[in-house]
């Protein structure tokens, strides 16, 4: 996911990664229409959108996606929640390629109609939350370099892809994820949006569930970092608080270090119900507001 506002940084992508694919003219355009999406004249958000160009990943990529993908897919195979692993399969996550975008929607469009769209580099919240509303993804396209594998300032496209989009492929979940970037878009109150941060960062980035009486993971942070997946199951540092919806949004989050709270919820459904309330208070209150 490429808002910076739920990740380590809100810069454009640091020297980290790799800027070949993402540096030319119409990247630069994209980018460009994002910084200023909502004023007048920049509201059509797929201008923010760019190509994959799939024959940009080098060999040295295509490796770093295999080793990135073989070393955490071992240990998720038993600690993911069923719902990614059956929706990594689904949309037919592979060890041996970078996945092309085209490839995973073809998958996702019969089942949520989530699609996944190739974008520059950070966006700011309300372009992001557009991109929700609309069953829109945003991914980034490039891949952490090798030498640096386990450093990860910005989210790549091992986050993005492999962390965030198997839950795509639930209904429930998709729901949930729509619902959320259109009620994020009804406010433009900055005490709200700290919340749907909050509630964002605690679930879609770092969320755990309860299945079948054991602890899984489902949080694309956790899913795509072979560290902290660990530790947010196994470490006696961790405070596993049951999922609530306003004491998540009322928990503030550092995002520097593994995180010493976690949230667990009993299902998605849970969460679909949950962020169905908030969008309703939501409106309730932009309504009392306007009147
Ligand atoms: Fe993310």
Not at 140 to 147: D, G, L, M
Not at 160 to 187: E, N, S
Not at 229 to 245: A, T
Request: aromatic content about 12%; overall charge negative; charged content about 25%.
């Amino acid at each position: 996911m490429a808002d910076g506002s739920h990740h380590k940084s809100a810069q454009k992508f640091a020297g980290s990664l790799n800027h070949a694919m993402i540096d030319d003219a119409s990247a630069d355009t994209a980018q460009n229409y994002a910084n200023n999406f909502g004023k007048p004249g920049f509201d059509d958000i797929t201008n923010c959108y760019i190509d994959q160009r799939y024959e940009g990943y080098t060999a040295e990529n295509q490796e770093t996606w295999q080793i990135l993908f073989d070393r955490q897919m071992a240990f998720l195979k038993d600690n993911a929640s069923q719902t990614y692993l059956t929706g990594a399969e689904i949309i037919n996550l592979r060890r041996d390629r970078v996945p092309p975008l085209a490839d995973i929607n073809a998958r996702l469009w019969p089942l949520t109609k989530w699609q996944s769209r190739a974008v520059p580099g950070y966006l700011p919240p309300k372009a992001f939350f557009a991109c929700l509303a609309r069953r829109e993804f945003p991914t980034t396209i490039v891949i952490r370099p090798k030498e640096s594998i386990d450093y990860l300032p910005e989210p790549d496209i091992f986050h993005d892809i492999f962390g965030h989009v198997p839950l795509h492929a639930d209904a429930t979940f998709a729901d949930f994820l729509q619902t959320y970037g259109r009620a994020a878009l009804t406010t433009s109150d900055p005490a709200e949006t700290e919340r749907l941060a909050r509630l964002f960062w605690f679930t879609v980035e770092f969320g755990l569930i309860r299945e079948g009486g054991r602890l899984k993971v489902y949080g694309s942070g956790l899913i795509s970092s072979p560290g902290e997946s660990r530790h947010s199951l196994e470490s006696d540092k961790v405070e596993r608080r049951p999922f609530d919806l306003d004491r998540v949004c009322d928990t503030s989050f550092e995002i520097d270090h593994y995180q010493p709270i976690l949230y667990v919820l009993d299902s998605f459904e849970q969460l679909r119900d949950a962020m169905n309330t908030y969008a309703e208070r939501l409106l309730a209150k932009t309504k009392r507001v306007a009147a």
